[in-house]
């Protein structure tokens, strides 16, 4: 004659337990690597921005190039210590430095589009003044890795230009200087993003963009 196998009370709570275990650990482990995916986007778009921003100036090299290169070199070494913390891998691809005198053009037809944009901008503005010109309507914000008092750096705008930037996230916004210039239409310095960041993150993806004053 045979015999089932029963189990006991314990061993049923126990395997329960076990269960619970490994599903609470999976749980946790999926979080842990989602919030660290979206660290590493945010430190491998400012990787991004700051290398495109050297091959430009070593493109189209002026009196200041080699200070500002010299000056982002130093802002990659720091986000690579913080992408190596955060497990984040292999860093990107170098963006291709361009040709010199389609730099040179590709400048001059920015700045003649640049003068156009703001023209219509400025004309299609609230009479009241009341809120500032929206710009660049679509693009993330990221971090310089630039140290020093709240402030941005731009392609798109002269220096001394104010930006309003607000993350949507969490409708936190800081309004700062252009100081310097960069690889896209703006990028806020330590001292800015940490104002405007969510806890954890590098990258502000639902951004508007704002020109005032």
């Given at each position: 004659m045979s015999r089932k196998r029963t189990m006991s009370t314990k061993q049923k709570i126990a395997l329960m337990t076990g269960a619970a275990t490994l599903a609470g650990g999976f749980a946790v482990v999926t979080m842990s690597m989602g919030h660290a995916s979206v660290v590493c986007d945010g430190l491998d778009q400012a990787l991004r921005n700051n290398e495109s921003f050297i091959a430009g100036q070593r493109a189209n090299p002026d009196a200041q190039s080699a200070a500002r290169i010299a000056n982002r070199e130093a802002v990659i070494k720091q986000i690579n210590v913080q992408r190596?913390?955060?497990?984040c891998g292999a860093a990107p691809a170098a963006p291709a430095a361009p040709a010199a005198p389609a730099g040179q053009g590709q400048n001059q037809n920015q700045g003649q589009n640049q003068g156009q944009g703001q023209n219509q901008g400025q004309a299609a503005a609230p009479a009241g003044g009341a809120g500032g010109q929206v710009v660049c309507p679509g693009s993330t914000v990221t971090l310089s890795g630039e140290a020093g008092a709240p402030a941005a750096?731009?392609?798109?705008?002269?220096?001394?230009?104010?930006?309003?930037?607000?993350?949507?996230?969490?409708?936190?916004?800081?309004?700062?200087?252009?100081?310097?210039?960069?690889?896209?239409?703006?990028?806020l310095n330590n001292a800015a993003f940490e104002q405007v960041r969510e806890p954890g993150k590098f990258l502000i993806r639902k951004a508007r963009i704002e020109r005032v004053g």
């Open positions: 190596e913390a955060s497990g750096s731009s392609n798109q705008f002269p220096l001394g230009t104010r930006l309003k930037v607000t993350n949507l996230d969490n409708n936190k916004s800081t309004t700062v200087s252009v100081t310097s210039t960069s690889g896209s239409c703006a990028l």
